[in-house]
């Protein structure tokens, strides 16, 4: 696949009549032979009756996050612009989740969450950047898939529990305020490697 030719559609269909919609990954290929349909974990709340599958075209948006995660994880030695991709490959398919959770998933609120203002040294953020998120009940690991002026848009990398209660569970998508958005050292989990002492 050519990242920046090939059209992509996400096929959405209610597949076992549970009332939530599946979303899969479909790309078209050339006449006469058959798409190809990679399914994801990301699922949502039908409001449409039956489950007939309907196929929505990437979009910008979609396509610049792809590009964006992709770029993150691409050899800094490519050379060539066009992008030739194994959709059977891990981390692509970890990236069109990313993706597919950003566009199907809504926020969740995150008013109770949010911890005590830290004043530290702030680095500078980019899509695609590991943080960590500075909530009441420690700061969790996430990754930055958005961002405006005031607000950075992140996918959890793990659960946010309360003691042994999960409140919010990975792979939700929240939005929080610049301030509560700190370098990945702050993690929890974080292993410290890469780590600068000084």
Same mark, same amino acid.
């Given at each position: 696949m050519i990242a920046e030719m090939q059209p992509l559609y996400w096929r959405i269909q209610d597949t076992d009549?549970?009332?939530?919609?599946?979303? $899969?990954l479909l790309m078209p290929a050339n006449e006469g032979e058959p798409a190809t349909v990679?399914?994801? /974990?990301?699922s949502f709340?039908?409001?449409? $009756?039956?489950?007939?599958?309907?196929?929505?075209?990437? $979009?910008? /948006?979609d396509s610049d996050l792809f590009l964006s995660l992709l770029e993150r994880v691409s050899s800094e030695d490519a050379e060539d612009d066009s992008i030739v991709l194994d959709i059977n490959d891990g981390i692509v398919q970890g990236i069109v989740q990313l993706v597919a959770l950003t566009r199907f998933k809504t926020p969740w609120p995150t008013d109770e969450l949010v911890g005590d203002d830290i004043n530290t040294e702030r680095d500078e953020t980019e899509i695609g950047d590991l943080?960590?998120?500075?909530?009441?009940?420690?700061?969790?690991?996430?990754?930055?898939v958005g961002m405006d002026s005031i607000d950075m848009t992140c996918i959890l990398l793990e659960d946010i529990s309360d003691g042994d209660v999960c409140l919010?569970?990975?792979? $939700?998508?929240?939005? @929080?305020d610049r301030t509560n958005v700190?370098?990945?050292? @702050?993690? /929890?989990?974080?292993?410290?490697?890469?780590?600068? @002492?000084?």
């Open positions: 009549n549970s009332g939530l919609d599946a979303v $899969s990679v399914p994801t /974990d990301v709340c039908s409001r449409r $009756s039956g489950n007939q599958a309907v196929d929505v075209r990437w $979009s910008d /948006d943080v960590a998120l500075n909530t009441r009940y420690g700061f969790v690991m996430g990754i930055v919010v569970p990975d792979h $939700s998508v929240l939005v @929080f700190l370098p990945i050292a @702050f993690a /929890d989990t974080d292993t410290g490697e890469g780590a600068t @002492f000084h």
